[in-house]
T-cell receptor, first 112, second 112 residues
């Protein structure tokens, strides 16, 4: 058990809608990274938060945004959903920005 | 060209077989290397780190060749429980404080 939790586990949205995904990091971890895993692909880095600040971003458009809260939990927000946003969204926490990352179970998003 | 490329698979092997996975990476400045295991519809979990000198953990042996930018994973005496997707992962430093770059994964099915 990694201690990282994510909610909801599954979500269905329609094109153009907005979605918020949530992640609670493992106790003692101050860094949260988000990844998108499309079917049959490896996870792709979206962005990382360290002590409430964005600490790096992958090749995702600005409609993907995030937040980290003082308790180090985090949100991923996606606006103007597109069909290709359908994927498993994984959150990973680590005790330091460059340390081993522990993954949560993911949120499976389906966009119709 | 993708930054991390793996054998496409799938690999279907009998119990007790030895199976090898190969991976290449394109960024010669990559600093850290890993193999992750991902069970169906679950999150990725760290299987082992990969060191230049090669390292072994029970039935699993990982090798790194920096000159060829090549990583391998060898599984000896395969068990049914080894059935999963194996993800080759590279971490680069600087920029985004070490986000993980995943290959597409290679699916392994071990049959009785």
């Amino acid at each position: 058990e990694t201690g990282v939790t994510q909610s909801p586990t599954h979500l269905i949205k329609t094109r153009g809608q907005q979605v918020t995904l949530r992640c609670s990091s493992q106790s003692g971890h101050n860094t949260v990274s988000w990844y998108q895993q499309a079917l049959g692909q490896g996870p792709q880095f979206i962005f990382q938060y360290y002590r409430e600040e964005e600490n790096g971003r992958g090749n995702f458009p600005p409609r993907f945004s995030g937040l980290q809260f003082p308790n180090y939990s985090s949100e991923l927000n996606v606006n103007a959903l597109e069909l290709d946003d359908s994927a498993l969204y994984l959150c990973a926490s680590s005790p330091l920005a460059g340390a081993e990352q522990f993954f949560g179970p993911g949120t499976r998003l389906t966009v119709l | 060209r993708k930054e991390v490329e793996q054998d496409p698979g799938p690999f279907n092997v009998p119990e007790g077989a030895t199976v090898a996975f190969n991976c290449t990476y394109s960024n010669s400045a990559s600093q850290s290397f890993f193999w992750y295991r991902q069970d169906c519809r679950k999150e990725p979990k760290l299987l082992m780190s990969v060191y230049s000198s090669g390292n072994e953990d029970g039935r699993f042996t990982a090798q790194l060749n920096r000159a060829s930018q090549y990583i391998s994973l060898l599984i000896r005496d395969s068990k049914l429980s080894d059935s999963a997707t194996y993800l080759c992962v590279v971490k680069n430093y600087g920029g985004s404080q070490g986000n993980l770059i995943f290959g597409k994964g290679t699916k392994l099915s071990v049959k009785p």
